[in-house]
């Protein structure tokens, strides 16, 4: 793959953004698993993101949200688990009682029940 840039002694490149693991703490202030997207420089050796600055906490903190709900979506698919999903809805700012959360998760479910495993 690798290859196309020209083996290990290829020239550097710098790209806009690209899509990474935050495992080197690109964004500080997120995540070390969350899939990010910074700017990049691309040689040889790989793909290397460029460290940026602390978003801001407000940012931080909505990216944040987003990501533990992306987490228990894919663990409740794993396990399966219906509470699970529901913890995820619950922590989108758009869902705004325990009651219109569950009847949407029943809804939705029902929706794509020759799709999804059951859930307890």
């Known amino acids: 793959m690798l290859k196309a840039f020209g083996g290990a002694s290829c020239t550097r490149r710098r790209f806009v953004s690209g899509n990474l693991l935050n495992d080197r703490l690109s964004i500080p202030n997120l995540i070390p698993d969350a ?5 990049i ?4 050796d790989g793909f290397h993101p460029v460290t940026v600055d602390p978003l801001p ?3 931080a903190s909505i990216c944040r949200t987003q990501m533990a709900i992306q987490k ?5 698919y794993t396990e399966p688990s219906r509470n699970l999903l529901l913890q ?11 009651r219109s ?3 949407f998760l ?3 479910l029902g929706l794509q029940a020759d ?6």
């Open 35 to 39: 899939v990010i997207e910074v700017p």
């Open 41 to 44: 420089e691309v040689d040889g």
């Open 57 to 59: 906490e407000g940012i």
């Open 72 to 76: 228990l979506t894919v663990q409740a």
């Open 88 to 98: 995820a809805l619950l922590l989108d700012p758009c869902v705004n009682s325990l």
């Open 101 to 103: 959360a569950r009847e």
């Open 106 to 108: 029943d809804y939705m």
């Open 115 to 120: 799709y999804l495993p059951k859930f307890t």
